[in-house]
């Protein structure tokens, strides 16, 4: 069964740091692309960070705010995100999701699949 969970969230005060996880289990992670989406109360679902099967990272196409690093660790099968210097404009529920091989261009929620439930960032004094 494909799986995509989620962890890491929290509460944090603005200049803080989370490094979210996304595990994955049931496909061969090395096979896809991840991408880590936020969606804030009553706005679209966005895309802040993708990473392709072979590591490499999309950071000018999906404007990724340079406070957040996308990494991936295929011998543990998970996808991390480490978000520094947070804002409060960063409290969203953040999801990852799958996509064969490369991320897309567009960034799109659309082009990705398997979305994990999401795991809650507040940022707040």
């Known amino acids: 069964q494909v799986q995509l969970v989620e962890s890491g969230g929290g509460l944090v005060q603005p200049g803080g740091s989370l490094s979210l996880s996304c595990a994955a289990a049931?496909?061969?992670?090395?096979?896809?692309?991840i991408g880590w989406f936020r969606q804030a109360p009553g706005k679209e679902r966005e895309g802040v960070a993708c990473?392709?099967?072979?590591?490499?990272?999309?950071d000018y196409t999906w404007s990724t705010p340079e406070r957040f690093s996308i990494s991936r660790d295929d011998i543990r099968n998970t996808v991390h995100l480490q978000m520094n210097s947070l804002k409060p404009e960063d409290t969203a529920i953040y999801y990852c999701?799958?996509?064969?091989?490369?991320?897309?261009?567009?960034?799109?929620?659309?082009?990705?699949?398997?979305w994990g439930q999401g795991t809650q960032v507040t940022v707040s004094s």
């Open positions: 999701a799958r996509r064969r091989e490369y991320c897309s261009i567009s960034g799109s929620p659309t082009d990705f699949e398997s």
């Open positions: 990473i392709n099967s072979r590591g490499y990272s999309l």
């Open positions: 049931g496909f061969t992670l090395t096979d896809y692309a």
